[in-house]
């Protein structure tokens, strides 16, 4: 079976019925043009609504996956920010280790000089 009417289906409806009794009444000609005016509008109103309730949807659709990607960016810059903290502990060993052996080499003169 078809799904229950909408209200633009009710609307639609009782514009035609009224539109129809209108037809009829050569008096109530301005007001069938008016009546017609207003009701077009109020459905160019209602298709404009929906295309904006459509605009939202995909706006909120796209701050949600850009709201992704940002989390994504900061985690993989947080995980790049662990990376150079492990690189700079690693270069700071060696220098370490570089100091240690420049002083065993002076050392190792020192005493040969000794001898």
Not at 1 to 13: E, Q, V
Not at 24 to 51: Q, W
Not at 85 to 105: N, P, Q, R, Y
Request: glycine share 6%; hydrophobic share 35%.
């Amino acid at each position: 079976g078809r799904a229950s009417p909408t209200l633009g289906d009710r609307l639609t409806d009782d514009f035609n019925k009224i539109i129809a009794e209108l037809e009829n009444d050569p008096a109530m000609g301005k007001f069938k043009e008016e009546y017609e005016k207003v009701f077009g509008a109020l459905v160019n109103s209602n298709d404009s609504e929906k295309k904006l309730i459509q605009k939202c949807r995909d706006l909120n659709a796209e701050i949600v996956a850009n709201a992704a990607k940002v989390q994504s960016a900061l985690k993989l810059a947080d995980e790049d920010q662990g990376t150079i903290d492990k690189l700079k502990g690693e270069v700071e060993k060696a220098w370490k280790m570089v100091d240690a052996s420049k002083e065993k080499e002076t050392r190792a003169k020192e005493n040969v000089q000794a001898l």
